[in-house]
Nanobody, 123 residues
Framework: QVQLVESGGGLVQAGGSLRLSCAAS????????MGWLRQAPGKERESVAA????????YYVDSVQGRFTISRDNAKKTVYLQMNSLKPEDTAVYYC????????????????WGQGTQVTVSP
């Protein structure tokens, strides 16, 4: 059973930054590809960023390339999403996700996800 708990969401002005964290209760954590999904109202859930088991490879959806950075700490069983230069269109519920497929460019690549954390970017 994979349990994922997100934290770090909130309200920020356009151009600001937020850092999301996700604590995983799974062993071994290093056996999982980790990622962040997001879902805005009326839109499908999309894979925003993903990172391989050892952290050597990453994926970003085009709309966040150069602004978001995903990282993981396998010793702490935690994955992070640093979000800079936030835009109103980044407003969504962000979900931490775990899977065992690579590449993980779609939400379907993941088999488990958390409850989500709201990120709201005001103009």
């Amino acid at each position: 059973q994979v349990q994922l708990v997100e934290s770090g969401g909130g309200l920020v002005q356009a151009g600001g930054s937020l850092r999301l964290s996700c604590a995983a209760s799974v062993s071994p954590f290093s056996a999982y590809v980790m990622g962040w999904l997001r879902q805005a109202p009326g839109k499908e859930r999309e894979s925003v960023a993903a990172i391989t088991w050892g952290g050597r490879e990453t994926y970003y959806v085009d709309s966040v390339q150069g602004r978001f950075t995903i990282s993981r700490d396998n010793a702490k069983k935690t994955v992070y999403l640093q979000m800079n230069s936030l835009k109103p269109e980044d407003t969504a519920v962000y979900y931490c996700a775990a899977g065992q497929e690579w590449p993980a460019t779609t939400a379907n690549a993941f088999t488990s996800w958390g409850q989500g954390t709201q990120v709201t970017v005001s103009p």
